[in-house]
């Protein structure tokens, strides 16, 4: 193996051999503004050829077009990469405002058919329920699922943001390869508590794929101000944590990862990064980060962090800085495992 190759790690009990780290492709379409589809493409190539083989993207983003930009690369390397995408977020493009959960049998069947279409591939590697309709029991909406497994339509089950006992009972109808949930720096909850769903990973074998594990780009000190600095047209700009005074102070939470950067020589992303990465080995179990990028200096940089060991004095001066944030994760909770807490 090429030493700028990143290693592998299995996703799940039964799954893939995968990239220890990931590539989110939401940013290429959607939420962060105007993209350079030229690079962005050619960043999908350069992570690839660097090891990354676990893509990941959803219906919901861009209403579909993120599934459709990244389809002619899929399907140029399709027995070399893991797909993962989602279902459950349903949105209206004529309707901005109009937002709904859904986990019913017939939405699934529908949902799969749709991301099949669009991405032109026969077969979904890793099929994530996005967010939880409290509604429909798992046993149902997990059933459905699993009968896209036995349909040859999806490989591997995932769920996203759920509680440790959703993931059990999902788990006991058919097994669960990865979950996905935000996790980084400023966002732990899914370590320990009554959502701590880290621990009921490990238990049943699950991986967890970490979303947002630079923090939506604040814990990169690129910006400070959404509302300020940021496009007009950025979803960042409706984050809690992000705007107005709550972003003043999380700003100065960044003070500790800044000074093990410049003592270490590398960016605050990449200490940021290692810190997640380092999270297998802290609760036992695989952890397969997804940074999203657009650009391939900026996906390079990523993948180093995964060759960055982060010594115990260094993890002491972060450990605190998650009690510390001020804002949510969302405007709105519900759809999140704590929010159902």
Same mark, same amino acid.
């Given at each position: 193996m090429s030493k700028?190759?990143?290693?592998?790690?299995?996703?799940?009990?039964?799954?893939?051999l995968v990239?220890?780290?990931?590539l989110g492709c939401m940013g290429m379409s959607a939420a962060y503004g105007p993209t350079d589809e030229t690079e962005?493409? #050619?960043?999908? *190539?350069?992570?690839? &050829?660097?090891? +990354?083989?676990l893509f990941d993207t959803a219906d919901v983003y861009g209403f579909g077009r993120n599934e459709e930009f990244i389809a002619p690369f899929v399907r140029a390397h399709r027995d070399r990469l893991t797909l993962a995408t989602k279902f459950a977020i349903e949105r209206r493009e004529d309707?901005?405002?109009?937002?709904?959960?859904r986990n019913d049998r017939a939405y699934?069947?529908?949902?799969?058919?749709?991301s099949l279409r669009r991405l032109g591939v026969d077969h979904i590697d890793l099929y994530y329920?996005?967010?939880?309709d409290v509604d429909v029991p798992m046993e149902?909406?997990?059933? #459905?699922?699993? *009968?896209?497994?036995? &349909?040859?339509? +999806?490989?591997?089950?995932?769920l996203s943001e759920?509680?440790?006992?959703?993931?059990?009972?999902?788990?006991?109808?058919?097994?669960?390869?990865?979950?996905?949930?935000?996790?980084?720096?400023?966002?732990?909850?899914?370590?320990?508590?009554?959502a701590g769903v880290v621990g009921a990973a490990k238990e049943l074998g699950v991986a967890f794929v970490p979303y947002s594990p630079l923090g939506r780009g604040f814990l990169t000190g690129s910006f400070v101000s959404a509302d300020k600095e940021l496009d007009s047209k950025d979803w960042r700009r409706t984050q809690p944590r992000f705007t107005g005074d709550n972003a003043a102070a999380n700003a100065a939470l960044l003070e500790p990862v800044r000074t093990i950067a410049e003592a270490r020589g590398v960016s605050l992303a990449q200490v940021a990064l290692a810190w997640v990465q380092q999270r297998a080995e802290v609760h036992g179990l695989a952890v397969i980060p997804i940074p999203g990028t657009r650009k391939r200096t900026r996906l390079e940089e990523n993948l180093a962090a995964t060759r960055i060991t982060l010594d115990a004095a260094e993890l002491a001066r972060l450990e605190p800085i998650a009690d510390k944030v001020a804002g949510n994760r969302y405007p709105d909770m519900t759809f999140t495992a704590v929010g159902r807490e």
């Open positions: 700028d190759r990143i290693d592998t790690v299995g996703l799940g009990t039964d799954g893939p990239g220890v780290q990931g962005a493409r #050619a960043t999908l *190539e350069r992570a690839l &050829e660097l090891g +990354v083989t309707d901005p405002s109009f937002q709904a959960i699934i069947r529908a949902s799969v058919e749709g329920m996005h967010r939880r149902e909406s997990v059933g #459905a699922m699993a *009968e896209l497994v036995a &349909e040859g339509k +999806v490989r591997h089950l995932g759920v509680s440790p006992g959703e993931l059990r009972a999902a788990h006991a109808v058919h097994p669960i390869a990865a979950v996905q949930s935000e996790w980084s720096l400023f966002s732990r909850d899914v370590e320990g508590g009554a």
